[in-house]
């Protein structure tokens, strides 16, 4: 049974959030972050890809502006203090090198000095058909042991001093191995208020639902109202994921938790002693 996950007890209140794509953080763990920030931490959060490909009759140029628009508003939303862009083409990060997206993630982590870090769970791949999130998790995963280390360089000329989390939070599509939940009830409308702000990725996904629906009925006239519909596909996504995972809670967030924090002061203890 998963234990209830809490806002760590830490003088240093910041957290690194990795995602692959514009809308990730809110859909999977929308309602823990805004927990966070109503608990006085400070929130950055690095977006891998560009999302240039995440749309519905628009070009890839107006795609790119319209995402990035749309993700600084939400991310404003939720009160995130920082956002790290990489750029990267999005649906293409499985030939990008996971060596030098490491030394991407390296550097900011370097440079933003979190307690906590959270990404996807890189041991839950089983249950992830997106190449990018794969890719994210890994190379996340990897930084935050390798950005400890002084012969393990970041990107770009200047170095940064070696910087270690000592928490890790991993959520994923369906965490493999659960150690944690978070109870995410009352901080669940913000967070769903906040992720119907991402108006061209929602109306994107309405989009797949609209061409599925074709392929059983065979019938080639879309006749729902694709922008009414994605109106609707925040609050009932981010509810249908949250529900009856934990019975004790209305709504919970999953993770696989690593925390340090226990050992470190074990040693502390014994260093003084």
Request: no cysteine; hydrophobic share 40%.
């Amino acid at each position: 049974m998963p234990k209830r996950l809490k806002p760590p007890t830490s003088k240093n209140k910041r957290a690194l959030v990795a995602i692959a794509h514009a809308d990730d953080l809110l859909l999977f763990i929308g309602g823990t972050i805004t927990a966070l920030v109503a608990n006085g931490w400070q929130i950055a959060v690095v977006r891998a890809t560009d999302d240039r490909w995440d749309s519905y009759k628009l070009t890839q140029s107006q795609s790119i502006a319209a995402n990035k628009a749309e993700f600084d508003q939400a991310m404003k939303a939720l009160g995130v203090v920082e956002i790290f862009e990489l750029g990267l083409a999005t649906d293409q990060l499985g030939d990008f090198s996971e060596v030098a997206l490491r030394m991407e993630f390296i550097k900011i982590i370097r440079q933003f000095k979190p307690y906590l870090s959270i990404t996807f769970d890189p041991d839950s791949y089983l249950y992830e058909d997106n190449e990018d999130h794969k890719k994210v998790a890994i190379a996340m995963a990897e930084a935050n042991w390798a950005s400890g280390f002084d012969k393990h360089p970041n990107a770009g000329d200047k170095q940064y001093p070696p910087y270690l989390p000592v928490a890790k939070w991993y959520f994923g599509r369906q965490v493999a191995k659960p150690t944690h939940y978070f109870d995410v009830t009352k901080h669940l409308p913000k967070a769903i208020a906040a992720a119907k702000l991402h108006k061209t990725m929602l109306t994107n996904m309405a989009y797949q639902v609209e061409l599925k629906r074709q392929t059983i009925e065979d019938d080639s006239n879309i006749t729902i109202d694709i922008e009414q519909l994605s109106n609707k596909f925040a609050d009932k996504i981010m509810k249908s994921n949250r529900i009856n995972q934990v019975k004790s809670v209305e709504y919970a967030e999953i993770f696989r938790v690593i925390d340090d924090s226990e050992q470190i002061l074990k040693l502390t203890k014994e260093r003084k002693s």
